[in-house]
């Protein structure tokens, strides 16, 4: 309520939220300070991503399905923005218990920067110094939640004054809060934001990437054939473009991997264990290959899919100079953020399967949300069992004694793609004329080949669908159906057919634990 001559009071309820402000900002000053440090104790010291990776790590697989389903590739801006959520509400409930309860919000900002420097100090390859940049942000934090509440009091103390000279003195200590206050959040805001583009490095790597010029294909791909293009609006083109090829991966930070400093290792089970630098990679004789890839998680019809034109060296090479030994049976793939998979050795070894060590996209070095400088493509089997980004250590071993990140999580060991076929147009829901209406979309089998696809219109007979030419059996195919369209409403289904005589089935599964399975199908109104 208003106070004597003419000057604002601070309600309860208005000292309700300035106090949760001042914990808003003291949690602020203990990220940003985190940042600044993390600059020179190394990036990884980030709090609020190694928080973000831990959630993601601890978090059952299912549900980590569940929200891929849900939010597709925006599924980590979902935790970012849930985790920022999370960190307001601790930190205004922090700062009203240090106003009316001290010493109880310092101890929740403690415990819960206790909480943040456990995840930094338990994520793959860390060491205890990580946890110095949480814990000089903590005492940062403290400093500042400390300072704002004595001050929120003296103003708050001085709301009703009974003097002339005692309200000039309220207007100080008003004065002196919101001082304060604006320095710590501004200064909090600047720094964090500074030092996180620092930690970040994408803006370094990202100059490097657009500077480099990788070198031509010893092995050049054949041409994409024309007949691989049908021309049909809204049907996904042959080749997908960088930027709209799907994204999944666990990295809410992506790695930024300056590829001057960026080597592999071969080890574990081999007579020689192999370590090859960037130059050296990118000196043997490199090869293309178009390839399609696939996300387990994709659901039925689902666009977590892509193909793309692959630069890179073979993997069986480098296999051969390391010679596994007898009973290697798995090769687990290290990214630099420390995700792994497991993939089937005898299949990085076969003289028939272009597995490589990208380093090229669509004719463009990788893109860095897409593994730059070097990534693994394995044609038919899924990313969470062979897509490695960021690459940096292939160890051979056994199934029996290791397994990949997704594989300790329930899903199966191999995962092979499997047969699938989706509706692209018309879309499920819209509106077509009468007449004749082009049903097309995608069928893929990756490194078996997609032999027929057919169409049935509301339980009616399958009719073949016309399909288009392709450049291997490592990717998919587009397809038509010329469908002669009457009034009112209709379902509309696809179902495809590979080079080794398999049917895709009609069973409904879901991608847990080794893909989806079943028919795309849409129901569109003729009108």
Known sequence: MPGQHGRPGTSARGTFWLSALVGVIAAGVTLGIAELVAVFV????????????????LVPGWFKTLIIDLFGTADKAVLLITLTLLVLVLAGIAGILEYRRPPWGMVILIAVSGVAALAVVTRPDASGILALSTVIGMIGGVVVL???????HRWRDRTRPVSAAVSGTAALDRRSFVVYASVAAVGAAIVGFGARMANAGSAAVSSVRTALTL??????????PTGAELGIPDLSSYVTPNAEFYRIDTA??????????????????????????WDELLALPLTEHVATLSCVSNEVGGGLIGNALWLGYPIRELLARAKPTAGADMVLSRSADGWTAGTPLDVLQDAGTEALLAVGMNGEPLPIDHGFPVRMVVPGLYGYVSATKWVTELKVTTFADDFGYWSDKGWSEKGPIKTESRIDTPRGGSTVKPGTVAVAGVAWAPHTGIDGVEVRIDDGAWQKAKLADSASADTWRQWVYEWEASGGDHRIEVRATDASGYTQTQKQAPPAPDGATGWHTVTVNVS
Request: charged share 15%.
């Open 146 to 152: 400390r300072a704002l509440t004595a001050r929120l």
């Open 42 to 57: 190394g990036a990884g010291s980030s709090p609020i991503f190694a928080v973000g990776a831990w959630v993601i790590d």
């Open 215 to 224: 070198p031509a294909a010893a092995t050049p791909a054949p041409p994409v």
């Open 252 to 277: 809410l930070q992506v790695p930024a991997v300056d590829p001057t400093t960026w080597k592999l290792r071969i080890i574990g089970m081999v007579e020689n264990e192999v370590e090859i630098s």
